[in-house]
């Protein structure tokens, strides 16, 4: 992805959350960035190909960052907590992010913007499913439930929280009450739990 591209996704991504689905057209965003819609055409060949491209990056940068993350950090339990929070933080720092996957409609769009939002989940799964079972192998986390399990509640519980800031505006900070959800998910899914 070019200089150009990434400011159309940004730019893309502000529509979104302020207006919607309905509110991300090629003549608003053309508005938006203060282009032509030619000039948008140039880099993508429509709506479609911009949210693909949106939901692309953040597949990307998702596998880069949470890699980066586990490598720096020792434990189970630390890159669980490690890599939620940078989750959180990431999505603070760029919500549109999360409102393209959350927003209205956009299910209903294509089969392509489906596939999109199905690779974000299986990238996650993709570094989630191995902490968790490598927690159970040391004792950590419990094994009376199956890893992938876990991981069912443990990706559950991060999406209802990412969808109630979105629905709240954003009136929370993210980052704090996420990281003390992923506290507790830890206690529920300690090996020696009580």
């Known amino acids: 992805m070019n200089e150009r591209q990434?400011?159309?996704?940004?730019?893309?991504?502000?529509?979104?959350?302020?207006?919607g689905v309905a509110g991300l057209t090629i003549k608003n965003l053309a508005s938006e960035m203060k282009f032509t819609e030619s000039?948008?055409?140039r880099h993508f060949k429509s709506k479609e190909a911009i949210i693909i491209a949106m939901l692309d990056y953040l597949a990307q940068t998702m596998d880069d960052r949470l890699r980066s993350v586990l490598e720096?950090?020792?434990?189970?339990?630390a890159k669980l907590t490690a890599l939620f929070?940078?989750?959180?933080?990431?999505f603070k720092d760029a919500p549109h992010f999360l409102v393209a996957v959350f927003?209205?409609?956009?299910?209903?769009?294509s089969h392509a913007?489906?596939?999109s939002i199905l690779n974000i989940m299986q990238m996650?799964?993709?570094?989630?499913?191995?902490?968790?079972?490598?927690?159970?192998?040391?004792?950590?986390f419990t094994t009376t439930v199956e890893a992938d399990h876990i991981r069912h509640i443990v990706m559950g519980a991060f999406r209802l929280h990412m969808f109630k800031w979105r629905t709240s505006q954003f009136q929370f900070d993210i980052?704090?009450?996420?990281d003390a959800l992923v506290e507790s998910i830890l206690v529920l899914i300690q090996a020696n739990r009580i």
Do not use: C, M, W
Not at 103 to 109: A, F, T, V, W, Y
């Open 6 to 19: 990434f400011e159309i996704i940004t730019a893309a991504g502000r529509l979104l959350t302020r207006s």
């Open 39 to 41: 000039a948008i055409y």
């Open 72 to 77: 720096g950090v020792e434990g189970a339990e």
């Open 85 to 90: 929070h940078d989750q959180f933080q990431f």
């Open 103 to 109: 927003s209205d409609g956009l299910l209903e769009q």
């Open 113 to 115: 913007i489906n596939e």
């Open 124 to 140: 996650k799964t993709k570094h989630l499913l191995p902490l968790i079972v490598t927690g159970q192998k040391e004792g950590v």
């Open 175 to 178: 980052v704090t009450t996420g």
